[in-house]
């Protein structure tokens, strides 16, 4: 059945293809830091393995508001590795255990992802005629504002 929403179904199809490349980048973040969680060695390992897993269970739900977000629109949410290879904004990278190596690259992927979102409000707004995918996009660019920040501590 189709979302009957207010906002046209061409609008809904080009702001669903944004929230998946936005869902891309929150899969790919998330198995990023719980990668960093696994493989952190050091003289803080436990406090940085705990760091570490607050992160990536909060990506987790965010991964999940973005594709339950595509779907309220009436559109399939593309969480298959496949497609979040294809569609993503960021890197993978070599495995590290270096803990600033580890820090810095997830710092530049939330940095990258909230360019994007940035960029998004703006569209989503004025291009697309749909303030609420706007303000969603302003809610997950909030959310991850938090975690850069949380990172950005730890590499001062």
Avoid: P
């Amino acid at each position: 059945m189709k979302a009957n929403i207010g906002v046209s179904a061409e609008n809904t199809k080009k702001i669903a293809l944004e929230l998946n490349k936005v869902l891309a980048d929150e899969l790919l973040i998330y198995a990023k830091t719980r990668n960093s969680h696994w493989n952190i060695e050091g003289s803080n390992f436990m406090e940085m393995h705990k760091f570490y897993e607050a992160q990536y269970e909060e990506l987790q739900d965010f991964g999940d508001e973005v594709a339950e977000y595509i779907r309220s629109l009436g559109h399939y949410a593309e969480g298959r590795y496949a497609d979040v290879l294809k569609l993503t904004n960021l890197l993978e990278s070599e495995y590290s255990n270096d803990q600033k190596k580890q820090l810095k690259e997830l710092l530049d992927d939330h940095e990258t992802i909230i360019r994007n979102l940035r960029r998004l409000i703006d569209e989503f707004d004025e291009k697309y005629k749909d303030k609420g995918a706007a303000d969603f996009a302003t809610q997950m660019l909030q959310k991850h504002m938090k975690l850069a920040w949380m990172i950005r501590a730890y590499l001062s």
